[in-house]
Structure formats: C-alpha cells, structure tokens
C-alpha cells in the first residue's frame, strides 16, 4: 500500500485544468497542458479540464468540433469538458476581445460540475486566468495560474490596430487573476518582474518550467530529406510553429528573396499564413509546409540544416515558445532572430545550441546561416548542446515534478484558499 500510495500521490483528489488550448493541438501551450492533466490522472487524481475547441495555430475550429455547443470526452483518463467559442480567422484588437470573452462567458454559464480541490488555469488566455480564478473563488479552493505568456505588453507590442486599449484591458484582466491565486507558477525568471509589478508576492512565484513534450528523431535523416525534396547541398533553413504578427516571419520570406541557393521552409499554420504565401510569390526557394505529425515532427526538424526563431523587433518577449524545446531535442542549430533580452535569447544562450542575431534583419539571418553551413562541424556541435541541454534541464520527468511540487505546496495550506 505504500508503494501504491507513492506512485498516486494525488488519489483521493479532485483536480481541474482550465486551458484554452489543449489536446489534439500539437503546438503552443495545448500539449503542456495535456501532459499535465494526464500525469495528474496517472498520479490518482480525478482530472477535469475545462478548455475549448481545437483551433490552434490555424485559428479554424477543427472539423469534427464545428457546429458543437458543448461536448465532455474522455482522453487518457482525463475528462475534458469542451465549451464553443468564438475563433477570429484575422486578427484585431477588437477580434481577440471577442474571442477572450466568448471563452470566458461561455466556461462561467456551463462549467463543468464538479467540485475540484484546487484550481490550475494555463496563461494565456485571459480569460482562461479569469475564468480558474472565479472558479476557485466560487468554490473556495486553492488557485494556481501558470505565466506562459503575459498579453498585457504583448498586445500594447503587438501593431494590432488597437493594441493600446487591449493592452489596458489585457492588463487588468491579469492582474485580477494573479492577485486572486494561492501561489503562481511562471515558466521562466524573466516574467517574475512583470507579475510582481501585478502586486503579486515574490514569495508566492514558483518557477515551474516548460519540458520537451515531442520524442527524439528516429528516422534516417538522409530519407527524410529525400522524401521532402530537400536536396543534399542546399542548405535547408526550417521555421516551425504559429505564423502570427509576433513572429515576424517576413525575415525568413526576405531572406529567400536575398539568397536564392538557400531553402527557406516555414512549417505549419496560423492568421498571417496567407499575408506571407502574399509577399513569397515567385520564390522557388521557400516553401509553406503544413504542420507535421507527433510522430515525424522531429524527424522534419532534424532534416533541416538550421532551425529558425524569429519575432518582431518590437516585441520584447519573455515567453519561452514551445518550438525552442523541440528544436533543441532535434539536434540541429539554431538561428534565433530576437531581441537579446527575452527569454528565447536567454534559453539559446543558455543552452549553447544556436546564434543570435538582429531581429527583423534578413542579412544577419544569413550570414550566421552560412557561418553554419561553412563550418559543419561547429554547427554540429551547436546541434548536440541542445540534447544535452534538454537532458539536464528539461526532460519531462523534472518539469512535472515541479508541477506535482507545485500542486502538492497548495494543497497542504491549511486555509487552502485564494490570498490577497
């Protein structure tokens, strides 16, 4: 019984999950938040999760869910309450409110009916803060936000047509749900300033970071190059991920434009996909790949030459994107074209697996791409730090063991109840 009691740390439990994005999502914070929830299952928890339809990164609600109000399924063990929202095809301030709020009225009219013993909300959304937080207050359970992203300086960075007045509203949204939590998790260093400024305790931030949530490449490289068109002596430079305004993707289209005898690939989806397929036109020299499965997603990754990060010069990020942990995993360079004190910048310098440069610069892209390609064996080296990194630092098992730290903290409060 001991043994049994340690493997299901949590039974007996009642946990809710509230994510906007969430499985069958394969990028952004949706697989974070599905691993976590199906840990909690295996750990003896009931696991509910409240979040919405799969949407992410095309922002077009996935075909089997279309037409659907509502709709509760089992997946691994964890029953995940599906609420319909609104899903924005462009983006704009006044777009992404409506979509914020769709959430938040929809997950407050019919949440799931259960009494959970503790609250975790994923952040971003908004509204998914918002939403964990009134939950836990209704129910007088502990409540614990976890920082992915704060949208307060995104939105003012963001050059959405009213991104002033969202920055306001995203702002007073965060701060209603992070002074409302038990505790807080952040998934890197850098967004502690940020959430103190909200009023939040130091004392109350834990940091709980991302993991690498994809396997390592299995299959012949060699192969997978040949199956994709990618001919042996071109340099293959590879973007993988949400092509939104943050990213800043017209350095890579630029890029293509300027050195005809490198591929350029941008692989998957998202609201600015049609505006850079636009500005690419007649280059034969870059491709739009959709997204790749779970299972050859990595295999894609390691048959690149170099891996690319980018974002808008005017966007000081502090998020860590999901894509870094699984580049790093694949083996291979990286470029990331960001302003050197974000996060990102942080993580590659930390890791030793990439260059950076200049964002928003299509030549210094270029040059440390062909500063790769001239010294193979230095960019291989830079390849191999990222295994190591993530074996050090961000395998699966630590990243949920602070969670369950985390989870465990909160629950053995004795007031057990949200502080101001």
């Known amino acids: 019984m001991p043994d049994e009691d340690q493997h299901r740390p949590f039974q007996h439990r009642r946990l809710l999950v509230v994510s906007t994005n969430y499985a069958p999502e394969l990028t952004g914070i949706g697989p974070y938040a599905a691993q976590l929830a199906e840990h909690w299952a295996a750990s003896g928890a009931e696991t509910h999760v409240l979040t919405g339809m799969p949407h992410y990164p095309s922002w077009r609600t996935e ?14 063990g964890v029953t995940v309450h599906r609420r319909r929202h609104y899903v924005p095809s462009r983006q ?9 709020a769709s959430v938040l009225a ?11 013993d503790a609250v975790i909300s994923q952040m971003p959304s908004l509204a998914g803060g918002v939403l964990g937080a009134r939950l836990a207050r209704r129910h007088r359970v502990p409540y614990i936000p976890v920082v992915q992203d704060l949208m ?17 509203v995203a702002s007073a949204a965060e701060r209603y749900a992070l002074r409302a939590a038990s505790l807080v998790g952040v998934i890197h260093e850098s967004f502690v300033p940020r959430v103190t400024a909200y009023g939040v305790d130091p004392g109350r931030i834990r940091l709980v970071p991302n993991w690498t949530h994809v396997q390592a490449p299995s299959a012949d490289r060699a192969e997978t190059r040949a199956r994709l068109g990618w ?16 990213q800043g993707l017209e350095v890579l289209v630029d ?3 300027l050195a005809p005898g490198i591929r350029i690939v941008l692989m998957g989806d998202g609201n600015q996909r049609e505006a850079l397929l636009a500005r690419a036109a007649g280059l034969p020299n870059l491709d739009f790949l959709p997204a790749a499965g779970a299972d050859g997603f990595t295999d894609v990754l390691a048959a690149a030459d170099v891996l690319a990060v980018t974002q808008r010069a005017s966007v000081l990020d502090m998020s860590v994107p999901s894509k870094l942990t699984s580049y790093f995993v694949s083996g291979r360079p990286v470029v990331a074209s960001v302003a050197d004190e974000g996060g990102t910048a942080q993580e590659v310098q930390r890791s030793g697996a990439g260059l950076l ?10 040059a440390a791409v062909r500063k790769l390609v001239e010294q193979p064996a230095a960019a ?3 390849g191999a730090n990222g295994p190591r990194y993530v074996a050090r630092h961000l395998s699966r098992e630590a990243g949920l063991a602070r969670f369950d730290a985390l989870l465990t903290e909160v629950l053995h409060d004795a007031q057990g109840r949200p502080r101001r």
């Open 92 to 100: 704009s301030a006044l777009r992404r409110a409506a979509f914020e």
């Open 106 to 116: 929809h997950g407050l009219v019919s949440p799931p009916a259960v009494r959970a």
């Open 255 to 257: 890029a293509a434009r």
């Open 231 to 246: 001919r042996e002596g071109t340099p293959v430079v590879l973007h993988s991920g949400n092509m939104g305004l943050k």
């Open 380 to 382: 291989d080296e830079l």
């Open 63 to 76: 075909p089997e869910y279309r037409g659907v109000w509502r709709t509760d399924e089992d997946r691994s």
């Open 152 to 168: 307060g300086a995104a939105a003012a960075q963001s050059g959405i047509r009213g991104g002033g007045r969202a920055a306001a």
């Open 357 to 366: 440069v200049a964002p928003e610069d299509p030549a210094a892209v270029l």
